[in-house]
Structure formats: structure tokens, C-alpha cells
């Protein structure tokens, strides 16, 4: 696969396809990473919900699988303040679910909790040395990241506006994931917190291509050959795809997770605050048409999932997140292997 229009992605991070396995937290598993790699892609393994004990497991079964480039991605957030009184009105809002459920209502509320970067993070990237680090809510703070660097990892994080992207750029980035509106799982927004000015991608990559130096990777509704050569046409050096993996029997979801990706329109997924406290795009369940997708009385992230859990364990299809990107209806049930090869061969064909 040495005809790529553009390489710089290809020799900057030393793959052979230009096509990162999205890291998503819960449904990606070693299993995933490896078989990406295999196939000649970027394997991501994400960190925001494993402990540092779990995070150490799975990079060493994926090291002790062969010497591809990994990726490993870290959510950089700031911890939100206390805010009980916050706490306590998502908590009430939620009481009627918890009566009809037979959900104690009056028990202690679970911890919801994603760690951000830190220093036992840092350590981790630096026992470890993956190929690259990426980052998904802005960067963490110059001392981490100058750690992260010294490693030789290269470094990406995620732009949903072109704002974004100049910031990460002058900020040390070595590639940036233009991650449009239609996109899957969080948004990676952390200049705004503004919705509405978020930017699909066909119109946030080119811009983005022409207002940075750094090789740029197109991210949001790519889930066919057809994304690739697309998102190749306007200017990215690679493209990184989500949801079409959780097709694979490598990924790990529920049962009702399960069934709404295989069910679900493709006009049947909206973002929504309801799960963590930060937008995240997902298929829309009963929490989210009788609450309202976005509900300013969710607390901050990442503390929204913590009152619903109860409910979770007794309904899951209506009270869990059901991540999925706009380009749901293009997953198909195959392999993360063989998804990734005929991605990357029928785009290649495409761009000759």
C-alpha cells in the first residue's frame, strides 16, 4: 500500500494504511487494537475509564502481540468543582424512573468518574514508550506533555473547529483529528462549549487543512471507502473511524448497544449531555426524548452517569449511552482485520 496520495500520516507515524482505529472507551478492546495493527492501521487503545493497573494490563498483552505503532488516548478534562445542590436536581429530575424501576431512590448516588492525564498516566506512556499518544478534550498541561514528548511519541489530539486546531498546533501537536459534527462518542470541543457552532466535517477539513502546517486526519461519518476518498479529496492525510468498528466482534458493547447499531436510522442519533455531562453523540433512547437530548440540569462532566446507573442495571436500552456516529446505517458485521483491509484497498483502488 505505498500509493497513497499523501504519506505524510503513513511516515510521521510509521503504518502502512492511513486508517486510526478509533479509540473508544468501553467498546475497544486489545483484541481490536491488535487485529488493527495487523491489518496495517493505527490501533488505539483508550485510557479514560481503565485504572492505571487495567491501562498496564492491556498495553502489555498488545505489546506482547507484536511491534506495530499503538496508539494510546487519554481524556485531559479538568475535574469539575463540587456542586451538590447541582447533584441533588439531576437526581430529583430522575426520581420518577427510579419509582417506576424499583430503583432506591434513597440509596447513595454511584460514582460516575473519567480520569484525566496525569502524572501515573505520564508514567505509564513513559514505561511503556507507545508510538503515539493522543488526547481528546485539548492538551495536558506543558510538564505532562513535555514528558509524553521525551518518549518520542508523537502527539495528536482532537479539533472541532478551526480555533481549536491553531490552538494545537502552536501548542505541539504533530497531526490533528478534525472531528466533524456527525461524529460518535465525545466531542472533542475545549475552546467553546458552544453546540451550536460545531462544524460538519466536510466543511471543517479543508479549512482546518488550510490554516495548519501539521498532516491533518479527518474524523465523523467515515465509515466506507467512499469517506476515505472523500476526506483524501478535501485534504486529509488519514482518516480515523469509530463506529464502523463497533460492528466487530472485537469490540465490546451490551446487548442493547448491540441491537441499536444494527437497528437503528441513520436519522436516530443526536448528541446529548445526559450520560457524562459533555455532549456526546448516540442513539437516541427514552431517556433522551423525555429528558431532551441536551438537559442543562445534567451535572458537569463526568459526574451526569453517576445517578443514573440504578437505572442503567434495570433498563439498559433506555438509560445507557448507545455511543454511534450520523454514518451508523454503513456498518456491516466483519472483522476489525478484514474491515480494515477492504477499507483500505477499496479506497486505494478508488484514488487511482
Not at 289 to 310: D, H, Q, S, T, V
Amino acid at each position: 500500500m505505498s500509493t497513497w496520495p499523501d504519506t505524510r500520516i503513513l511516515d510521521l507515524l510509521g503504518i502502512e494504511v492511513p486508517i486510526i482505529q478509533a479509540p473508544m472507551a468501553g467498546a475497544t478492546t486489545t483484541a481490536m487494537v491488535i487485529a488493527a495493527n495487523e491489518a496495517g492501521a493505527l490501533g488505539s487503545m483508550p485510557a479514560a475509564a481503565l485504572s492505571i493497573e487495567q491501562l498496564r494490563e492491556a498495553l502489555t498483552t498488545i505489546r506482547q502481540a507484536g511491534t506495530r505503532p499503538i496508539n494510546v488516548n487519554f481524556f485531559c478534562h479538568q475535574p469539575p468543582a463540587p456542586d451538590e445542590a447541582r447533584d441533588t436536581r439531576w437526581k430529583a429530575l430522575l426520581e420518577p424512573y427510579y419509582r417506576e424501576l424499583g430503583a432506591d431512590f434513597d440509596a447513595p448516588t454511584p460514582v460516575s468518574n473519567r480520569a484525566p492525564f496525569n502524572d501515573d498516566a505520564c508514567r505509564v506512556v513513559e514505561e511503556f514508550r507507545p508510538e503515539v499518544v493522543s488526547f481528546h478534550f485539548g492538551l495536558p498541561e506543558k510538564s505532562l506533555l513535555d514528558r509524553v514528548k521525551a518518549t518520542g511519541a508523537k502527539v495528536l489530539s482532537s479539533a472541532t473547529t478551526v480555533e481549536e486546531a491553531l490552538w494545537l498546533e502552536q501548542h505541539g501537536c504533530d497531526a490533528i483529528i478534525a472531528m466533524g459534527f456527525e461524529a460518535g462518542g465525545h466531542r472533542g470541543m475545549f475552546l467553546s462549549d458552544d453546540i451550536n457552532s460545531q462544524i460538519g466535517l466536510f466543511a471543517l477539513l479543508p479549512q482546518v487543512v488550510d490554516a495548519v502546517s501539521v498532516p491533518v486526519i479527518a474524523a465523523g461519518g467515515i465509515a466506507d471507502a467512499r469517506g476515505i476518498v472523500a476526506a483524501f479529496a478535501l485534504g486529509a492525510s488519514a482518516v480515523q473511524i469509530g463506529t464502523a468498528y463497533l460492528f466487530t466482534p472485537q469490540a465490546t458493547v451490551t446487548a442493547s448497544h448491540h441491537h441499536a447499531l444494527r437497528h437503528a436510522q441513520a436519522s436516530e442519533t443526536a448528541l446529548t449531555n445526559l450520560f457524562t455531562g459533555r455532549p456526546a453523540r448516540g442513539i437516541v433512547n427514552r431517556v433522551m426524548r423525555e429528558l431532551g437530548a441536551i438537559n442543562p440540569a445534567a451535572p458537569a462532566f463526568p459526574k451526569a452517569g453517576g445517578a443514573l446507573m440504578p437505572l442503567k442495571t434495570r433498563d439498559e436500552a433506555g438509560f445507557s449511552n448507545l455511543w454511534a456516529g450520523q454514518a451508523v446505517r454503513l456498518g456491516k458485521d466483519i472483522s476489525t482485520c478484514a474491515l480494515t483491509r477492504e477499507l483500505a484497498e477499496q479506497a486505494l483502488a478508488k484514488l487511482q
